[in-house]
């Protein structure tokens, strides 16, 4: 892990912390947060490209436009997260974790990520894919109003997903999964092997 780099993030400072991500790769090196924990930082125009991330944990911050390709995101945990704005694209690394994040407007994909373990999130107007997760498990997870362009599961787990207005369900390959109390609402979707189909009204008293 890097110090310098630890520092800047802590600090919430975009700006230096590329430029000493320059510095490190003139050197022939990684950047590297390995091990690091950050907690309450708000970070705003990050830029973590290549970065290793093994084990980081980010804990109840919030990322706005910030960029994640090319990471390693090998054991990196973020709990109780919010983004808004951001870009996740050609990452690796197994038991990628995310638990009680909010994620909004948000592109995803280009990336093979096995075993992740993803729950209690809501992934807002996201267009998610192409994605391929082997053995994931996905619990207590709500899509709204996004788009897929293709995500594969393979042998995974999927618990309490709902995928409310989302009009490219089809998108959602599964094969060889276990999928229960996972629900479509919209009348015209797709419905992905093992959902059923939901009304999105409420029952009223």
Not at 117 to 132: K, R, V, Y
Not at 147 to 161: D, P, R, S
Not at 172 to 181: A, G, N
Request: charged content about 25%.
């Amino acid at each position: 892990m890097n110090e310098e780099l630890a520092r800047f993030v802590r600090k919430g400072r975009a700006s230096s912390f590329r430029i000493e991500v320059e510095q490190i790769l003139e050197r022939g090196e990684r950047p590297s947060l390995e091990g690091s924990t950050f907690q309450k930082v708000d970070l705003q125009g990050f830029d973590f490209e290549n970065i290793d991330m093994t084990n980081v944990e980010f804990d109840r911050c919030s990322f706005t436009d910030v960029r994640f390709v090319q990471c390693t995101l090998e054991g990196t945990y973020i709990n109780a997260t919010a983004f808004n704005g951001c870009f996740v694209s050609e990452c690796v690394g197994e038991g990628f974790a995310v638990d009680a994040c909010t994620i909004t407007r948000t592109e995803i994909g280009q990336m093979t990520l096995p075993m992740v373990e993803w729950s209690d999130t809501q992934f807002i107007e996201c267009t998610i894919g192409p994605l391929t997760l082997p053995e994931g498990l996905l619990e207590r997870i709500t899509v709204r109003d996004g788009e897929f362009k293709g995500i594969e599961i393979n042998e995974g787990t999927l618990n309490h997903v709902t995928l409310r207005e989302i009009t490219s369900s089809d998108q959602l390959i599964l094969s060889d999964c276990e999928v229960s109390h996972s629900y479509v609402v919209h009348p015209d979707a797709a419905l992905p092997d093992g959902f059923a189909r939901k009304s999105g009204r409420r029952r009223t008293m």
